[in-house]
């Protein structure tokens, strides 16, 4: 029992997460769950599917912890790891989409694209990053836990503008942004709290608030958007699948690191006589 409170650090977090699951679903009610489903394509319908699955296995897989089944978690997340898998494939291969939208602001759509890339490409870090830390409660728990902010600034933005809250999407992204960055900021403060403040939290607070910084200073700017009509598509998989191999990269060359690191202290060490 000792092993798994030690593991469950958040005893409470399958009912935190389970509001994010909320969230989520009620901001894509009015643009997905209650339009004609055969009116969207395949990958979107697979896109939504992964991406409730995947909020579903960041629920269950803390209450498992919980419950003290620990066989079951890793097993659930041996199957989360494909659902990750669909869920950023779909998301790559959707984004070129918002090219076609029909929208006031013509600018929104290249800054949909120019969101999209950034968040699908550290999602996927930070589930990599989560599976190299799997034996690192803290590091796991917390890079998991990063990848709900991925996806809750879209609906907390559609949630606005779509529930007539705030009538201008884009003040409607920096105002879901803002939220977002709150809600990381307690995260951040409770760890602090408790004596140490982790990279995963940080990493996500300082990616969203770059990003609603420069969202729309990309989005609008003329090169942005020649680039996009010309190769988005190429684009959006050259700076994914690089940012994913420079990610394999480094952690190869910590491991090998620590490894040295260790033979070091090794070999200083005098065991005596074996015999």
Known sequence: MKGVKQMNIYPRAHWYLL??????????????????????????????????????????????????????????GTFAIFVAIALVVTALVITPNNLNLKVRNPDLKYMFIYWDVVTTTFFAVFVILAIHNRKNVQLHSRYMIATVFVPMLPALARGLFFYGIMDNFVSAIYVGNALTLIAISLLIYDDYKKGKIYLPYVAVYSMLALLGFSVEIVGSANWWQSLMNMAVTPFIWTIFLSSIIATYVILVRIGIKKKREVRRVLDKVDFGPLS
């Open 19 to 76: 509001l994010g699951l909320a969230i989520a679903i009620a901001g894509f009610v009015p643009s997905y769950w209650t339009r004609n489903l055969e009116g969207f394509s395949l990958e979107i319908h697979i896109h939504a599917l992964t991406a409730t699955l995947w909020f579903i296995t960041l629920i269950l897989q803390p209450w498992l912890i919980k419950s003290g089944n620990i066989r079951a978690h890793r097993r659930y």
